[in-house]
Protein backbone atom coordinates (compact mmCIF):
# COMPACT_ATOMS: atom_id res chain seq x y z
CA UNK A 1 0.00 0.00 0.00
CA UNK A 2 1.00 3.41 -0.70
CA UNK A 3 2.85 5.48 2.08
CA UNK A 4 2.78 9.38 1.94
CA UNK A 5 3.76 12.29 3.84
CA UNK A 6 2.29 14.92 5.01
CA UNK A 7 2.86 17.38 2.05
CA UNK A 8 0.41 15.15 0.18
CA UNK A 9 -2.90 16.83 -0.35
CA UNK A 10 -6.37 15.46 -2.09
CA UNK A 11 -9.43 17.06 -2.42
CA UNK A 12 -12.58 16.22 -2.66
CA UNK A 13 -16.03 17.74 -3.94
CA UNK A 14 -18.78 17.24 -5.90
CA UNK A 15 -18.78 17.48 -9.78
CA UNK A 16 -20.10 20.47 -11.02
CA UNK A 17 -22.21 18.87 -14.15
CA UNK A 18 -22.46 15.46 -13.09
CA UNK A 19 -24.60 15.00 -10.03
CA UNK A 20 -23.75 13.66 -7.62
CA UNK A 21 -20.36 12.37 -9.38
CA UNK A 22 -17.23 13.47 -7.13
CA UNK A 23 -13.99 15.08 -8.35
CA UNK A 24 -10.54 14.64 -6.58
CA UNK A 25 -7.76 17.39 -6.78
CA UNK A 26 -4.27 15.98 -6.12
CA UNK A 27 -1.47 18.58 -5.13
CA UNK A 28 2.70 17.37 -3.86
CA UNK A 29 5.20 15.93 -4.13
CA UNK A 30 3.79 11.57 -3.81
CA UNK A 31 0.29 12.80 -5.55
CA UNK A 32 1.30 9.92 -7.97
CA UNK A 33 1.19 7.87 -5.00
CA UNK A 34 -2.70 8.82 -4.29
CA UNK A 35 -3.61 8.97 -7.67
CA UNK A 36 -2.82 5.31 -8.11
CA UNK A 37 -4.41 4.53 -4.76
CA UNK A 38 -8.06 6.68 -6.09
CA UNK A 39 -7.62 4.66 -9.82
CA UNK A 40 -8.40 1.15 -7.48
CA UNK A 41 -11.10 2.52 -5.68
CA UNK A 42 -12.40 4.01 -9.41
CA UNK A 43 -11.66 7.01 -10.34
CA UNK A 44 -10.53 7.92 -13.28
CA UNK A 45 -8.43 10.79 -14.42
CA UNK A 46 -9.04 13.65 -16.57
CA UNK A 47 -6.22 15.83 -16.28
CA UNK A 48 -2.54 16.19 -14.86
CA UNK A 49 -4.22 16.96 -10.88
CA UNK A 50 -7.70 15.51 -11.32
CA UNK A 51 -9.67 12.46 -11.10
CA UNK A 52 -13.61 11.58 -11.42
CA UNK A 53 -15.72 9.04 -9.78
CA UNK A 54 -18.83 8.84 -11.67
CA UNK A 55 -21.17 5.32 -11.21
CA UNK A 56 -24.43 4.53 -12.71
CA UNK A 57 -25.88 3.74 -9.36
CA UNK A 58 -25.33 7.04 -7.75
CA UNK A 59 -23.65 6.22 -5.18
CA UNK A 60 -20.16 8.05 -5.55
CA UNK A 61 -20.64 9.95 -1.70
CA UNK A 62 -20.53 6.86 -0.44
CA UNK A 63 -17.60 5.29 -2.05
CA UNK A 64 -15.37 8.96 -2.52
CA UNK A 65 -16.08 8.74 1.58
CA UNK A 66 -14.50 5.31 1.68
CA UNK A 67 -11.39 6.11 -0.32
CA UNK A 68 -10.53 9.62 1.74
CA UNK A 69 -10.93 7.15 5.08
CA UNK A 70 -8.07 5.10 3.55
CA UNK A 71 -6.28 7.59 2.18
CA UNK A 72 -5.92 9.73 5.46
CA UNK A 73 -4.91 6.23 7.14
CA UNK A 74 -2.26 5.95 4.45
CA UNK A 75 -1.07 9.80 5.76
CA UNK A 76 -2.04 11.87 3.22
CA UNK A 77 -4.03 15.03 3.75
CA UNK A 78 -7.55 14.99 2.66
CA UNK A 79 -10.46 17.70 2.40
CA UNK A 80 -13.59 17.64 1.45
CA UNK A 81 -15.80 20.02 0.69
CA UNK A 82 -19.05 20.99 2.71
CA UNK A 83 -21.67 19.98 0.23
CA UNK A 84 -19.99 16.28 -0.71
CA UNK A 85 -19.72 16.00 3.09
CA UNK A 86 -23.88 16.66 3.47
CA UNK A 87 -24.09 14.20 0.74
CA UNK A 88 -21.97 11.77 3.04
CA UNK A 89 -23.94 11.95 5.61
CA UNK A 90 -27.25 11.88 3.89
CA UNK A 91 -29.15 8.45 4.15
CA UNK A 92 -30.67 8.17 0.56
CA UNK A 93 -33.50 5.92 -0.58
CA UNK A 94 -34.73 4.40 -3.88
CA UNK A 95 -38.36 5.05 -3.96
CA UNK A 96 -39.16 3.23 -6.18
CA UNK A 97 -36.77 0.06 -6.09
CA UNK A 98 -38.40 -2.81 -7.52
CA UNK A 99 -37.02 -5.22 -5.30
CA UNK A 100 -38.14 -3.38 -1.85
CA UNK A 101 -37.92 -6.84 0.47
CA UNK A 102 -33.81 -6.02 0.23
CA UNK A 103 -31.52 -3.99 3.16
CA UNK A 104 -29.39 -1.13 1.81
CA UNK A 105 -26.83 -3.23 2.48
CA UNK A 106 -28.07 -5.37 -0.24
CA UNK A 107 -29.31 -2.95 -2.51
CA UNK A 108 -25.83 -1.13 -2.53
CA UNK A 109 -24.52 -4.93 -3.31
CA UNK A 110 -26.97 -4.90 -6.33
CA UNK A 111 -25.43 -1.94 -7.69
CA UNK A 112 -21.72 -2.79 -7.10
CA UNK A 113 -22.46 -5.84 -8.99
CA UNK A 114 -24.26 -3.98 -12.02
CA UNK A 115 -21.05 -0.91 -11.84
CA UNK A 116 -18.84 -4.13 -12.30
CA UNK A 117 -20.91 -5.38 -15.24
CA UNK A 118 -20.92 -1.89 -17.13
CA UNK A 119 -16.96 -1.68 -16.40
CA UNK A 120 -16.50 -4.93 -18.21
CA UNK A 121 -18.61 -3.71 -21.16
CA UNK A 122 -16.84 -0.25 -21.12
CA UNK A 123 -13.34 -2.11 -20.86
CA UNK A 124 -14.40 -4.68 -23.47
CA UNK A 125 -13.60 -7.19 -21.19
CA UNK A 126 -17.81 -8.04 -21.73
CA UNK A 127 -18.68 -8.17 -25.24
CA UNK A 128 -22.23 -7.86 -25.81
CA UNK A 129 -23.59 -10.14 -29.18
CA UNK A 130 -27.00 -9.24 -29.33
CA UNK A 131 -29.74 -7.38 -26.79
CA UNK A 132 -33.11 -7.15 -26.99
CA UNK A 133 -36.02 -5.82 -24.78
CA UNK A 134 -38.50 -8.18 -23.27
CA UNK A 135 -41.55 -5.72 -22.58
CA UNK A 136 -40.38 -4.36 -19.14
CA UNK A 137 -36.12 -4.02 -19.45
CA UNK A 138 -33.15 -4.29 -21.78
CA UNK A 139 -32.30 -8.35 -21.81
CA UNK A 140 -28.45 -9.21 -23.54
CA UNK A 141 -26.46 -11.61 -24.59
CA UNK A 142 -22.25 -11.21 -24.02
CA UNK A 143 -19.07 -13.43 -23.69
CA UNK A 144 -16.22 -12.17 -20.90
CA UNK A 145 -12.55 -12.86 -22.43
CA UNK A 146 -11.67 -15.01 -19.78
CA UNK A 147 -13.37 -17.32 -17.06
CA UNK A 148 -15.19 -20.67 -16.70
CA UNK A 149 -18.67 -19.41 -17.23
CA UNK A 150 -17.60 -17.22 -19.65
CA UNK A 151 -21.16 -16.55 -21.92
CA UNK A 152 -23.67 -14.79 -19.73
CA UNK A 153 -27.56 -13.48 -20.23
CA UNK A 154 -27.97 -9.81 -18.81
CA UNK A 155 -31.56 -8.51 -17.24
CA UNK A 156 -31.84 -4.65 -16.70
CA UNK A 157 -29.83 -1.36 -17.13
CA UNK A 158 -27.54 0.89 -15.34
CA UNK A 159 -27.67 -0.08 -11.56
CA UNK A 160 -30.45 -2.47 -12.22
CA UNK A 161 -28.50 -4.86 -14.49
CA UNK A 162 -27.70 -8.07 -13.37
CA UNK A 163 -26.25 -11.62 -14.84
CA UNK A 164 -29.36 -13.71 -15.06
CA UNK A 165 -28.31 -16.74 -17.07
CA UNK A 166 -24.52 -18.50 -16.95
CA UNK A 167 -23.32 -20.71 -20.40
CA UNK A 168 -20.27 -22.84 -20.94
CA UNK A 169 -20.50 -22.46 -24.76
CA UNK A 170 -21.12 -19.52 -26.95
CA UNK A 171 -23.46 -21.18 -29.46
CA UNK A 172 -25.72 -22.41 -26.60
CA UNK A 173 -26.12 -19.23 -24.88
CA UNK A 174 -27.24 -17.53 -28.07
CA UNK A 175 -29.63 -19.79 -29.35
CA UNK A 176 -30.98 -19.96 -25.68
CA UNK A 177 -31.34 -16.20 -25.93
CA UNK A 178 -33.18 -16.21 -29.78
CA UNK A 179 -35.50 -18.68 -28.47
CA UNK A 180 -36.39 -16.40 -25.60
CA UNK A 181 -36.91 -13.10 -27.35
CA UNK A 182 -37.35 -14.47 -31.13
CA UNK A 183 -38.28 -11.07 -33.16
CA UNK A 184 -37.53 -8.94 -30.27
CA UNK A 185 -33.55 -9.62 -30.69
CA UNK A 186 -31.31 -7.17 -32.50
CA UNK A 187 -27.19 -7.34 -32.85
CA UNK A 188 -24.50 -5.99 -30.90
CA UNK A 189 -25.32 -3.86 -27.92
CA UNK A 190 -28.21 -1.75 -26.41
CA UNK A 191 -28.12 1.97 -27.15
CA UNK A 192 -26.53 3.45 -24.23
CA UNK A 193 -28.83 4.70 -21.54
CA UNK A 194 -29.02 8.76 -20.45
CA UNK A 195 -27.27 8.07 -16.91
CA UNK A 196 -24.52 5.75 -19.01
CA UNK A 197 -23.91 8.44 -21.34
CA UNK A 198 -23.79 10.99 -18.69
CA UNK A 199 -21.14 8.52 -16.70
CA UNK A 200 -19.41 8.37 -19.95
CA UNK A 201 -19.15 12.17 -20.50
CA UNK A 202 -17.88 12.62 -16.69
CA UNK A 203 -15.47 9.92 -16.99
CA UNK A 204 -14.06 11.46 -20.04
CA UNK A 205 -14.21 15.08 -18.84
CA UNK A 206 -16.83 16.35 -20.81
CA UNK A 207 -19.92 17.86 -20.01
CA UNK A 208 -22.95 16.02 -21.43
CA UNK A 209 -24.92 17.55 -24.29
CA UNK A 210 -28.24 18.96 -23.43
CA UNK A 211 -30.53 16.25 -24.96
CA UNK A 212 -34.76 16.62 -24.69
CA UNK A 213 -34.77 17.04 -20.93
CA UNK A 214 -33.63 20.85 -19.75
CA UNK A 215 -30.83 20.94 -17.57
CA UNK A 216 -32.25 21.86 -13.76
CA UNK A 217 -32.29 24.52 -11.83
CA UNK A 218 -31.29 24.16 -8.08
CA UNK A 219 -34.64 24.13 -6.13
CA UNK A 220 -35.41 26.23 -3.39
CA UNK A 221 -34.32 25.08 -0.28
CA UNK A 222 -35.65 26.16 3.48
CA UNK A 223 -32.31 27.38 5.57
CA UNK A 224 -31.02 26.60 9.14
CA UNK A 225 -34.09 27.84 11.60
CA UNK A 226 -36.60 28.85 9.14
CA UNK A 227 -38.64 25.94 10.16
CA UNK A 228 -38.30 26.96 13.99
CA UNK A 229 -39.29 30.79 13.35
CA UNK A 230 -42.44 29.73 11.85
CA UNK A 231 -43.35 26.97 14.45
CA UNK A 232 -42.81 30.28 17.04
CA UNK A 233 -45.15 32.29 14.95
CA UNK A 234 -47.62 29.83 14.11
CA UNK A 235 -48.15 29.27 18.26
CA UNK A 236 -47.51 33.13 18.80
CA UNK A 237 -50.08 34.52 16.16
CA UNK A 238 -52.84 31.70 16.30
CA UNK A 239 -54.14 31.05 19.54
CA UNK A 240 -56.03 28.23 18.30
CA UNK A 241 -52.79 26.35 18.52
CA UNK A 242 -51.58 24.89 21.56
CA UNK A 243 -48.34 24.15 22.37
CA UNK A 244 -47.31 20.83 24.34
CA UNK A 245 -43.31 19.59 24.42
CA UNK A 246 -43.10 15.77 24.63
CA UNK A 247 -40.29 13.86 27.34
CA UNK A 248 -37.66 14.80 25.32
CA UNK A 249 -37.11 18.30 24.72
CA UNK A 250 -36.05 17.35 21.32
CA UNK A 251 -40.11 16.93 20.16
CA UNK A 252 -42.89 20.24 20.34
CA UNK A 253 -46.22 19.22 19.21
CA UNK A 254 -48.50 21.68 18.26
CA UNK A 255 -52.61 21.13 18.77
CA UNK A 256 -55.46 22.24 17.38
CA UNK A 257 -58.37 23.57 19.59
CA UNK A 258 -60.57 21.24 17.06
CA UNK A 259 -58.74 18.02 18.81
CA UNK A 260 -58.75 16.63 14.95
CA UNK A 261 -55.39 18.47 14.15
CA UNK A 262 -51.91 17.67 15.37
CA UNK A 263 -48.74 18.66 13.96
CA UNK A 264 -45.12 17.09 15.43
CA UNK A 265 -42.02 18.87 14.84
CA UNK A 266 -38.45 17.66 15.69
CA UNK A 267 -36.09 19.93 16.37
CA UNK A 268 -33.12 17.64 15.93
CA UNK A 269 -33.59 17.67 11.92
CA UNK A 270 -30.41 18.31 10.63
CA UNK A 271 -30.14 17.09 6.93
CA UNK A 272 -32.97 18.60 4.81
CA UNK A 273 -33.97 15.01 3.60
CA UNK A 274 -34.77 14.64 7.80
CA UNK A 275 -38.43 14.31 8.49
CA UNK A 276 -39.22 17.67 10.19
CA UNK A 277 -42.69 17.62 10.55
CA UNK A 278 -45.54 14.97 10.80
CA UNK A 279 -49.01 16.18 10.45
CA UNK A 280 -52.10 14.51 10.57
CA UNK A 281 -55.86 14.87 10.54
CA UNK A 282 -58.78 12.75 12.49
CA UNK A 283 -62.65 12.69 11.95
CA UNK A 284 -63.29 13.70 15.48
CA UNK A 285 -61.61 14.38 19.03
CA UNK A 286 -60.95 10.57 19.37
CA UNK A 287 -61.66 9.28 15.66
CA UNK A 288 -59.86 7.66 13.05
CA UNK A 289 -57.34 9.24 10.92
CA UNK A 290 -58.31 10.87 7.80
CA UNK A 291 -54.62 11.77 6.33
CA UNK A 292 -51.10 12.04 7.61
CA UNK A 293 -48.25 13.82 6.09
CA UNK A 294 -44.44 14.27 6.40
CA UNK A 295 -42.55 17.53 5.91
CA UNK A 296 -38.77 17.04 5.50
CA UNK A 297 -35.88 20.05 7.00
CA UNK A 298 -35.48 21.04 3.38
CA UNK A 299 -38.77 22.06 2.50
CA UNK A 300 -39.81 26.00 1.55
CA UNK A 301 -41.40 27.62 4.41
CA UNK A 302 -44.92 28.73 2.15
CA UNK A 303 -45.66 24.62 1.74
CA UNK A 304 -45.68 24.52 5.45
CA UNK A 305 -48.01 27.45 6.14
CA UNK A 306 -50.35 26.78 3.44
CA UNK A 307 -50.73 23.05 5.09
CA UNK A 308 -51.42 24.52 8.28
CA UNK A 309 -53.82 27.09 7.09
CA UNK A 310 -55.58 24.80 5.45
CA UNK A 311 -55.92 22.87 8.80
CA UNK A 312 -57.47 26.19 10.53
CA UNK A 313 -59.88 27.28 7.51
CA UNK A 314 -60.79 24.56 4.99
CA UNK A 315 -61.85 26.04 1.51
CA UNK A 316 -65.62 25.29 0.86
CA UNK A 317 -66.35 22.84 -1.72
CA UNK A 318 -65.72 23.61 -5.17
CA UNK A 319 -62.03 23.79 -4.99
CA UNK A 320 -59.71 23.57 -8.18
CA UNK A 321 -58.37 19.91 -9.26
CA UNK A 322 -54.83 19.46 -8.10
CA UNK A 323 -53.31 19.21 -11.73
CA UNK A 324 -55.15 22.29 -13.13
CA UNK A 325 -52.25 24.62 -11.68
CA UNK A 326 -49.51 22.56 -13.07
CA UNK A 327 -51.18 22.15 -16.65
CA UNK A 328 -51.42 26.34 -16.46
CA UNK A 329 -48.30 26.77 -15.52
CA UNK A 330 -46.98 24.44 -18.08
CA UNK A 331 -45.44 21.89 -16.32
CA UNK A 332 -44.38 18.23 -18.01
CA UNK A 333 -46.59 15.56 -17.51
CA UNK A 334 -45.63 11.58 -17.74
CA UNK A 335 -48.24 9.13 -17.09
CA UNK A 336 -47.53 5.34 -16.13
CA UNK A 337 -50.11 2.71 -14.82
CA UNK A 338 -48.40 3.07 -11.26
CA UNK A 339 -47.65 6.67 -10.85
CA UNK A 340 -48.63 10.53 -12.80
CA UNK A 341 -45.52 12.36 -12.37
CA UNK A 342 -45.59 16.46 -13.23
CA UNK A 343 -42.33 18.12 -13.60
CA UNK A 344 -41.56 21.75 -13.64
CA UNK A 345 -40.34 23.50 -16.63
CA UNK A 346 -36.96 24.26 -14.87
CA UNK A 347 -36.69 20.92 -13.22
CA UNK A 348 -36.42 22.61 -9.87
CA UNK A 349 -39.73 20.95 -8.66
CA UNK A 350 -42.38 17.68 -8.72
CA UNK A 351 -45.33 16.75 -8.24
CA UNK A 352 -46.03 13.09 -8.08
CA UNK A 353 -49.00 10.94 -7.50
CA UNK A 354 -49.32 7.18 -7.25
CA UNK A 355 -52.86 5.60 -7.30
CA UNK A 356 -52.36 2.29 -5.86
CA UNK A 357 -49.58 3.70 -3.12
CA UNK A 358 -50.49 2.47 0.57
CA UNK A 359 -48.17 5.04 2.19
CA UNK A 360 -47.19 7.51 0.12
CA UNK A 361 -49.81 8.22 -2.67
CA UNK A 362 -49.01 12.19 -3.35
CA UNK A 363 -45.49 13.74 -3.06
CA UNK A 364 -44.27 17.13 -3.86
CA UNK A 365 -40.31 17.12 -4.13
CA UNK A 366 -37.74 19.56 -4.85
CA UNK A 367 -35.79 18.56 -7.56
CA UNK A 368 -36.47 16.00 -10.63
CA UNK A 369 -35.01 12.90 -9.10
CA UNK A 370 -37.57 11.33 -6.52
CA UNK A 371 -34.56 8.47 -5.36
CA UNK A 372 -32.52 11.95 -4.30
CA UNK A 373 -35.09 14.78 -3.60
CA UNK A 374 -33.11 18.34 -2.16
CA UNK A 375 -36.90 18.07 -0.21
CA UNK A 376 -40.23 16.05 0.02
CA UNK A 377 -43.72 16.70 1.33
CA UNK A 378 -45.91 12.91 1.02
CA UNK A 379 -49.02 12.85 1.81
CA UNK A 380 -50.96 9.70 2.50
CA UNK A 381 -54.37 8.09 0.93
CA UNK A 382 -57.33 10.51 1.93
CA UNK A 383 -55.34 13.47 1.92
CA UNK A 384 -58.05 16.57 0.69
CA UNK A 385 -58.24 17.77 -3.06
CA UNK A 386 -58.02 21.32 -1.88
CA UNK A 387 -54.99 20.99 -0.06
CA UNK A 388 -53.09 19.03 -3.23
CA UNK A 389 -54.36 21.93 -5.31
CA UNK A 390 -53.06 24.68 -2.56
CA UNK A 391 -49.76 22.57 -2.65
CA UNK A 392 -49.90 22.87 -6.56
CA UNK A 393 -50.70 26.29 -6.74
CA UNK A 394 -47.82 27.10 -4.50
CA UNK A 395 -45.42 24.75 -6.85
CA UNK A 396 -46.65 26.42 -9.90
CA UNK A 397 -46.04 30.06 -8.43
CA UNK A 398 -42.13 29.71 -7.05
CA UNK A 399 -40.99 27.70 -10.69
CA UNK A 400 -39.83 29.95 -13.97
CA UNK A 401 -42.37 30.12 -16.15
CA UNK A 402 -42.49 28.15 -19.53
CA UNK A 403 -40.71 29.01 -22.54
CA UNK A 404 -43.23 29.26 -24.67
CA UNK A 405 -46.89 29.64 -24.00
CA UNK A 406 -48.48 27.72 -27.12
CA UNK A 407 -51.11 25.58 -26.44
CA UNK A 408 -50.20 21.75 -26.71
CA UNK A 409 -52.33 20.08 -29.51
CA UNK A 410 -53.07 17.25 -27.15
CA UNK A 411 -54.72 16.81 -24.03
CA UNK A 412 -52.25 16.08 -20.95
CA UNK A 413 -53.04 13.66 -18.69
CA UNK A 414 -55.32 14.39 -15.59
CA UNK A 415 -54.25 13.37 -12.53
CA UNK A 416 -56.96 11.29 -10.79
CA UNK A 417 -59.08 12.89 -8.36
CA UNK A 418 -59.48 11.84 -4.81
CA UNK A 419 -62.54 10.74 -3.02
CA UNK A 420 -64.07 13.52 -0.86
CA UNK A 421 -63.26 13.23 2.36
CA UNK A 422 -64.90 14.66 5.16
CA UNK A 423 -63.68 17.66 7.38
CA UNK A 424 -63.73 18.60 11.02
CA UNK A 425 -65.26 22.02 12.52
CA UNK A 426 -63.31 24.42 14.23
CA UNK A 427 -64.77 25.12 16.90
Not at 178 to 199: D, F
Not at 360 to 378: K, L, Y
Amino acid sequence: MPYAPADAHVSFTLHPDHHPGVLATTSGPTSDAARSHLHDRGFRSTGPDTMVLARIDREEPYYADRAANELARYGFTVDIAPELQEEIDTEWTWTDYPMPWCTPEEIRQVSADAQRIHDDIATRRLTIHLHANDGHTTVAVGTYATGVRRHVHLHGEDHLRQVSLTFQDEAEALAEFHSQYTVAVRPGPAPLTGLEQSVRQALCGKTAPMTHTPLATPPIVAGPGEHEEFLDHLLDSKPQWSKYRTWSDETTIASHESLTVRAEFDHEARHRTDIAWTIAEYDGPVGERLWRGTITAGTPVPFIRAITDHLDDPPSAGTTEPHVPLHEAGWASASHPARTTWRAPDCSLTFEHQPHAVGDRWTVFGGDNANRPAWSIRLSPGAPQDLLAQLTSIAAGATSPPPSTSRRSSPLPRLPVPLPQRHSRIR
